[in-house]
């Protein structure tokens, strides 16, 4: 009789938390299409998972006590899991995040296409650095894009990143670093491809999206950008 090899695969799992704004919300559901794309099932953050992702906020002491407490749960619940804190709170307060002793790996507010390969890697038993850069170090606009959505007739659209107004009361400009526009090419080639899907509302967001443009020195940039896509054909 011959014998047959059975090689069973395993599908792993991921589970994601966003804590804050739009911009989060909408880089968490970039992330997770890439996790998606690379076999991964998406879980509620209460399931049993190989990897739990927190996308934290600190505008203000309660956020980061939330972050804190939610990924804390996730590991005391999970213990041969990986769990990370990624975003705002890390990029203002790395330190204070690695700290925590329930967390494997932080990320700041860029790389965030970058996650998939950390948590890969621990997973297989590697070594892994967290690093953080300087928020003043922030000058690309990171590229991310909204493949799949959980609501079909409205879509976040971040176009926008970063704030250079350091406003006494606000912690902003250190946790998202200075203000990086998307270019308008890829902005109006995310809303076609969503209109294409079914959206049929597009909620333009950034952590300062009145400064859209002005690191490029294009003072009326969000006026043009608006203009050119009510006149986009459905």
């Known amino acids: 009789m011959r014998k047959v090899n ?11 938390y966003t804590l804050g704004c739009k911009v989060n919300q909408y880089e968490t559901e970039a992330v997770i299409d890439i996790f998606i794309d690379s076999g991964y099932q ?5 399931e ?32 041969d899991s990986i769990v990370a804190i990624v975003g705002c709170y890390t990029q203002a307060f790395p330190d ?30 590697k070594a892994i650095t967290n690093d953080v850069k300087e928020y003043q170090e922030l000058k690309e606009y990171e590229e991310l894009e909204l493949k799949r959505l959980s609501n079909t007739t409205r ?11 350091f406003c006494s009361y606000c912690i902003i400009p250190y946790a998202r670093g200075p203000v990086r526009s998307r270019k308008k090419e890829d902005i109006v080639k995310e809303i076609k491809r969503l209109s294409q ?17 002005s690191d490029r020195g294009n003072s009326r940039a969000l006026t043009q950008l608006m203009k050119d896509l009510t006149e986009l054909e459905e």
């Open 6 to 16: 059975l090689v069973i695969k395993m599908i792993k799992r991921a589970a994601f």
């Open 42 to 46: 998406i879980v509620d953050f209460s």
């Open 48 to 79: 049993k998972a190989d990897v739990y992702i927190v996308n934290s906020c600190t505008v203000t002491n309660e956020a980061a006590r939330k972050t804190r407490q939610i990924a804390r749960r996730a590991k005391r619940k999970f213990p």
């Open 96 to 125: 204070e995040v690695r700290d925590i002793e329930e967390i494997d790996f932080v990320m700041g507010s860029n790389n965030k296409a970058k996650i998939l390969n950390k948590a890969e890697e621990m997973l297989a038993g």
């Open 155 to 165: 879509a976040n659209v971040k176009i926008e990143d970063g704030c250079n107004q």
């Open 197 to 213: 899907q079914g959206v049929k509302e597009i909620i333009l967001t950034g952590t300062h999206l009145g400064a859209y443009g």
